[in-house]
């Protein structure tokens, strides 16, 4: 994942009309685990790399705090995601034949500038 939306979401939409890669679920959509804000799914998540400089969900965003940085979606983090998976935090998409989509199965890009303890106390993203 990259990016993770934060409790101070307003429901606005301003963020999935721009991911490029239509990771962002709506509070309504039923693959959705909170159900009062949006969420990032963490196996879709790009951080926008190949796209833009910085992630246009949190360029979008009206609301400080709203969207924040979380671990890469690489295999030396799998154990964090798949504890967030066990927990509810995150809803990881179950492929048919390739089970949980673990990064250990497809690891996304992710924005090396952003060091480890930014992304572990998921501070606010802000554009570069």
């Known amino acids: 994942m990259a990016v ?10 301003a963020c999935a009309t ?18 009062y804000k949006y969420y990032v799914k963490p196996e879709a998540c790009v951080e926008c790399v190949g796209h833009s400089d910085s992630p246009r969900c949190a360029e979008a965003c009206p609301t400080e ?16 995601f798949l504890d967030g998976q066990e927990s509810g935090k995150y809803s990881i998409r179950v492929h048919n034949k390739k089970g949980l989509m673990l990064p250990s199965i497809k690891e ?11 992304r572990q106390s998921h501070e606010n993203v802000t554009t570069f």
Not at 20 to 32: M, R, S, W
């Open 18 to 35: 721009e991911c490029p890669v239509a990771a962002i679920l709506d509070e309504k959509n039923e693959k959705n685990p909170q159900d």
């Open 65 to 80: 705090g709203a969207i924040v940085w979380d671990m890469p979606y690489i295999t030396e983090y799998e154990s964090y």
């Open 108 to 118: 996304q890009p992710y924005n090396e500038l952003i060091v480890m303890n930014q």
């Open 4 to 13: 993770m939306i934060t409790d101070e979401c307003i429901v606005c939409d």
